[in-house]
């Protein structure tokens, strides 16, 4: 496990527990870190990658990364011309 996800996941639990009252407002921005995807990704795919309620398996996820990659890359070229 990346060290860093390792020390959000123990820092948010430290804070749940010390105010058992406390919101956690501001979870969307951690959530999104690259390196937090990539840990999820990674645990999800050694876990086999079933469908979840969705129905839309690791596999469709993967397929729709390539193509946001596709996307992303076609544009730098675009903005660099």
Known sequence: MD???RELQ???YRAAK???RRNF????DKIYRKDVLWEAWQRVKANGG???IDGVS???IGEAL???KKAKDS???VVTI
């Open 3 to 5: 060290i860093r996800v």
């Open 10 to 12: 123990r820092g948010l």
């Open 18 to 20: 010390a105010n058992r």
């Open 25 to 28: 407002y501001t979870l969307r």
């Open 50 to 52: 079933a469908p979840g």
């Open 58 to 60: 690791i596999e469709q």
């Open 66 to 68: 390539k193509l946001a």
């Open 75 to 77: 544009l730098k070229i």
